[in-house]
């Protein structure tokens, strides 16, 4: 732990959600190095662990009253700009991101999260700094800053370079030594099992069961059978008792994927668990205390849904103590090479093929598909494409024998593949019969010259 060890103010807070998320972040950030801080839209410092205390300009008597710009930035008035206020200003957000050094980050920060209070406002912002010496006003001396970690290419399970995956990375490794419970958001195919699972393996638990369970694949009756199990007799077929996934899951993480699709009986049962920490099974008399971290899932909005009133507003805060979001491939489409070789070599590995190389034109054209299935689309079409074709490297015609790949998500990607059968080998014969020239291949088949440039790009013909 760096510096020095200091008492902590103690919390206490009107908002019972914003208590329980500032209570997890006090939990996973008290014995990190990295400098963590919790402030309200006024500025003031609602936690700081002892790695950012030990930076700042506060005395012990001042943690009450302590502003963030008097503490980690050293100077009596607020910065002209603080790029973290976004998360106030923009409630959409996700995080917010900036150099140190530059756009008024004279504190350090270096990244920001919104913090929701009951209602559903940002209420205040967890930042995480960089450690790096920040120099005092008074201190003349040169000031020294580390140079910043390197980009990591994976994390677990996870890929990506971007910073929006820097930025994941960074929380998936916060939020896994809490055992404060997690809500992952993200379309379909992102990998929000994958993010749970690395957190799982990230934690003290990572020795106890990984349980994961679909919620919306099962019946409300069943499923609350499967969670918290059964006694002999409870309902037709209960022949004997049985034991539930959350005591499976016993000191352990139980996944709850797809929860947005419970019913508002089950998410009542599923509330109860969560605040008391033990569980009634079905039919049963005895209530089971049980110690196992929840993450759930889901590729809905479930604010809007707790607007709609068709998923309970104290689950959702419940289960949101720490939220994740998962971007789709659309919004980080630099990372779609490095997925693309991760995913190639892993195909031929299992397929016990030489690995394969891939084309400048494969590649572009794999990068500038839309993927509606994201990170998983990608991997089934890699894989789809090294069974089922030849040779050392993934060429254009390679695409072209699976339909290209779909860049749209209605119905004209259903017929792109009778399309691109046909429309390239005719434009193939046109280019041949005019030897080369665009111009006269584009009055061979009665299209305009811009036209004929663009499927020359879509069907990366050269």
Known sequence: ??????????????????????????????????????????????????????????????????????AFAHQPDPCDICPAIKVFDAPEAQSVSCAVGRNGAACGMYQAFPLALSQGEVGSMLVLFKNEQIQKVSDPKPVHVEHPPPVRESFGGLIGRTPVMQQLFDMTSLVAGSSATVLIQGESGTGKELVARTIHLLSDRKRKPFVVVDCGALPESLLESELFGHVKGAFTGAVANKRGLFEEADSGTIFLDEIADTTPMFQAKLLRVLQEGEMKPVGGTQSIKIDARVISATNKDLAELVKAKTFRQDLYYRLAVLPLYLPPLRERREDIPLLVEHFVAGSCTRHCQPIRTISPEVMEALTETSWPGNVQELQHYIERVVVTTTGPILACKDLMALGSVAKDGDLRSATRGVVIRTERPRIVDALKKADGNRLKAAKLLKISRASLYNKLRDYCIK
């Open 1 to 70: 732990m760096a510096g020095s060890q200091r008492e902590q103010p103690k919390l206490s807070f009107n908002d019972p959600i914003l208590a329980a998320r500032v209570e997890a972040i006090q939990q996973l950030a008290g014995g990190l190095t990295d400098r963590v801080a919790v402030i309200d839209h006024n500025f003031n410092v609602i936690y700081a662990n002892t790695s950012a205390w030990s930076s700042a300009s506060v005395r012990n008597s001042e943690v009450h009253q302590a502003k963030c710009y008097e």
